[in-house]
């Protein structure tokens, strides 16, 4: 079986961040270790949460693992609160990076052309350079401009700039890249990526949703990664974790209790578990 060490927050209540890579990760056949780098009483978008940093316990967990010989067959971050926290996680990368297993990246810092509460700019320059030790990488278009240090284009882009993005991340020192929530074509919304090695580009898309929700960045990445656990090459995989989105999304429209600040993710578990049986 293979086992995945996932670094984020866990945000008690709010459906984001660990409680949702946990639960997606193992449902997928895929032994799910976890490095919280922070608590908080809910995700940021609620107001008054509480927040208890956890950075100053990220290096004895990982000496600890070192000693015991504990490996990774991927390695995924997601939402990570600070500089130190970023720098601490390169150095967890180096001691775990072997010649057989991915990093993912997934730099949750902002959306829809802003960072979210307690990001900067400077943040994100070094986000930036954490994504340039991993193999696959997960911004959406508004992470990704944060990080090459260009405007945010809104929805006035074309294949073409897309694609240089796509190569101007990979750049940063990642073989592949892939962007989040692009569109061409209106009512359709989707992923585009690139392989630097092969110098391949591949896109997928769904229908666009009339409803957009929090949290569903980290189920996609979640369903990512266990997808590319489960031999999926990187086009299917995030296909896998487009198409569980969507159904997620249908599930929580539908459901007249469903709550403001995340989907019904658990719902569309046995879609997804159908989705990765080949
Ligand atoms: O869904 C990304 C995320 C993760 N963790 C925390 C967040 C957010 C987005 O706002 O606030 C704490």
Redesign the pocket.
Known sequence: MKRVVTI??I?CV?K??LT?ALPIISAMGVETSVIPT?V?S????FKN?T?RDLTQDIVPICEHWKNEGITFDAIYT??L?SKEQLIIVSDMFDKFKTDNNLIIVDP?MA?NGKL???FTEEFAKDMAKLCGKADIILPNLTEASFMLGVDYVGNNYDRDYIKNMLVQLTNLGCRKSAITGVSFEEGKVGIMGYDSLTKEYFEYYNELQPVSY?????IFASAVVGALMNDFDLLNSLRIGADYVVSCIKNTMNDNNSRWYGVNFEKSIPELIEMIKK
């Open positions: 984020q927050d945000s709010g984001c961040s949702v922070a908080l809910t995700h940021t978008m949460f927040f997601g939402y609160g949750v959306d979210y509460p307690g929090h949290g569903t960045g980290d």
